[in-house]
């Protein structure tokens, strides 16, 4: 049976990257966040299909996650993930798309924005990183994972606001992924405690971050035990052109406990012109 969380292979900047590639029209490129055993497919697979009933959407395995490619002389950075970014976007021949960021992908978004502002639409920014913020013990657990189906558990249960969404079935799942040969050994390399400093290595300035001009939408679950509320408001304070809305009754999994109105809601935001 073939394996849904695998997609097309592209050569993004010497590194073989892994990648969905779905729909036509405007680019929307899709970063998803940094758990164990995450891929683009785990993170978007409630939301790719309804957004390319409108748009092209690029959901590609970020180097070091998923089935990707790790380089054994990497050294893991913002600096690297940006530029895989936009590596991807150019083996693709995509000069220009609307990004969205999932956590750590909305660091990488606003790191577009920042460095890369030409190459870059609208913004949507779901439970992001990118201010700086007292490590959370949820993010401190996602982060300090070591592989056991307990432990995926126990991590799911952090992310989900709704414990029925936390079956042994996806616990099973999970930790399968978060097992698969050379996942764990890039992952653990990628946060080491004392994990505040790479909190602080994925925020930026206020003075960056008021400079952004791109219009952007903030999501954020009421709930969320991993990254805190308030880094949802702040950047709503930040970014000069900006809404924000919080889903109630929702944790650090927008786009999967809240589906549908999370689809509804950024594809209105990407088609509107106000």
Same mark, same amino acid.
């Given at each position: 049976m073939s394996n849904?969380? $695998?997609?097309?292979?592209?050569?993004?900047?010497?590194?073989?990257?892994?990648?969905?590639?779905?729909?036509?029209?405007?680019? @929307?490129?899709?970063?998803? *966040?940094?758990?164990?055993?995450?891929?683009? /497919?785990?993170? /978007?697979?409630?939301?790719?299909?309804?957004?390319? #009933?409108?748009?092209?959407?690029?959901?590609?395995? &970020?180097?070091? =996650?998923?089935?990707?490619?790790?380089?054994? +002389?990497?050294?893991? !950075? &913002?600096?690297? /993930?940006?530029?895989?970014?936009? +590596? @991807? &976007?150019?083996?693709?021949? $995509? +000069? #220009?798309?609307?990004? @969205?960021?999932? !956590?750590?992908?909305g660091a990488l978004a606003l790191g577009l924005a920042v460095h890369h502002p030409d190459r870059i639409g609208k913004i949507i920014l779901m439970g992001s990183v990118g201010v700086? =913020?007292?490590?959370?013990? *949820?993010?401190?657990? @996602? /982060?300090?994972? %070591?592989? !056991?189906?307990e432990n995926m558990r126990q991590l799911l249960d952090i992310f989900a606001y709704d414990r029925g969404l936390v079956t042994d079935e996806l616990a099973e799942l999970r930790y399968r992924a978060s097992i698969q040969p050379g996942f764990q050994e890039s992952f653990s390399a990628m946060f080491p405690a004392p994990r505040q400093r790479w909190v602080q290595a994925m925020s930026f300035s206020d003075v960056q971050i008021s400079s952004i001009p791109h219009r952007a939408l903030i999501v954020h679950g009421r709930e969320d035990q991993v990254i805190p509320l308030g880094n949802a408001l702040r950047l709503s304070q930040l970014l000069q052109n900006s809404e924000l809305h919080v889903f109630g009754k929702c944790g650090h999994w927008?786009? $999967?406990?809240h589906t549908?109105?999370?689809? #509804?809601?950024? %594809?209105? =935001?990407?088609?509107s012109t106000a």
């Open positions: 849904p969380e $695998i997609g097309v292979s592209i050569d993004a900047g010497g590194i073989k990257t892994n990648c969905h590639d779905v729909g036509t029209g405007d680019p @929307v490129f899709l970063i998803h *966040g940094s758990g164990p055993g995450v891929s683009a /497919w785990a993170n /978007w697979r409630l939301n790719i299909g309804d957004l390319a #009933r409108h748009r092209r959407v690029v959901a590609p395995d &970020m180097v070091g =996650f998923g089935y990707t490619q790790r380089p054994t +002389d990497i050294e893991y !950075s &913002m600096d690297v /993930w940006v530029r895989h970014c936009i +590596d @991807v &976007m150019d083996a693709l021949d $995509i +000069d #220009r798309a609307d990004v @969205v960021g999932n !956590s750590f992908g700086p =913020f007292d490590l959370t013990e *949820g993010l401190d657990k @996602v /982060w300090g994972y %070591t592989p !056991s189906i927008t786009q $999967i406990e549908q109105r999370f689809n #509804r809601l950024v %594809t209105d =935001f990407l088609n």
